[in-house]
């Protein structure tokens, strides 16, 4: 080999260790788990339409109540997971251009749980063709309620303050449509589907406190400790009261 290869040969070696290094050193950690159920299910009753013909039309089969929502061994949808504690103190996020989508279908508001991030764009559909309003009500933000008549497709809105303690919204006109929306200031957060599993990834290397909120049943917080690029696994089981 040539003395000018091998100083190239030795400058992408070194290259390549270094980009190597550094890729390790921030590789981001990750938590997952699984939010279950346990106890007497309750017989909730299904959404009553009836109020609104044009609401009912919409389904050919009852309406399941999205308040507990279970799948395949009892595993929860409908459960903000967020990171409570531990992150770095001062570092700011920026918020997602990319606007999250609730929507007014079969006059039920989709998804019935959700979170976003300060500043991020909320973009509300009217895909029903028939009146609603969004009245949202939190306590830290400023309340709005917004008409959403039939020829009113899309509106948009942004919380521009931490709210993680989750806020209703609802319809006025349909009282049985209901959301419940958090707000955070980090995007280290979930909201888990019928199957109850979670990912929040790219955690740096720390000690945290993970909260998993539910609409009736309260908070479970529970704490982890992970090191750059591990994965933990953290389940939380919620019981019916009394249990």
């Known amino acids: 080999m040539s003395g000018l290869s091998k100083v190239f040969g030795r400058s992408l070696a070194i290259g390549l260790l270094t980009s190597f290094t550094a890729t390790s050193a921030f590789a981001g950690a990750t938590v997952t788990g699984t939010i279950s159920y346990d106890g007497k299910i309750p017989n909730l009753k299904p959404l009553a339409m009836d109020a609104d013909p044009a609401c009912a039309s919409k389904h050919s089969a009852p309406v399941a109540n999205e308040a507990l929502k279970l799948g395949s061994g009892n595993t929860m949808g409908n459960i903000i997971v967020s990171v409570k504690s531990g992150l770095p103190a001062g570092k700011t996020y920026p918020a997602p251009t990319e606007a999250f989508v609730m929507d ?140």
């Open 104 to 243: 007014q279908s079969g006059c039920q508001y989709k998804p019935h749980v959700f979170a976003l991030q300060v500043g991020q764009p909320l973009k509300i559909l009217n895909s029903d063709g028939v009146l609603h309003n969004v009245h949202a009500l939190p306590k830290v933000n400023g309340q709005f309620n917004m008409a959403m008549p039939a020829t009113r497709k899309e509106a948009e809105h942004k919380f521009e303050k931490v709210e993680t303690a989750a806020f209703p919204v609802k319809c006025d006109v349909h009282p049985w449509m209901t959301a419940h929306v958090s707000v955070f200031d980090h995007p280290y957060f979930n909201v888990t589907k019928e199957d109850g599993k979670f990912t929040i990834k790219d955690l740096p290397a720390g000690s945290y406190e993970i909260e998993a909120w539910h609409e009736k049943l309260g908070s479970k917080v529970e704490k982890v400790t992970v090191a750059d690029g591990e994965s933990k696994t953290v389940d939380f089981k919620f019981t019916a009261p009394g249990n």
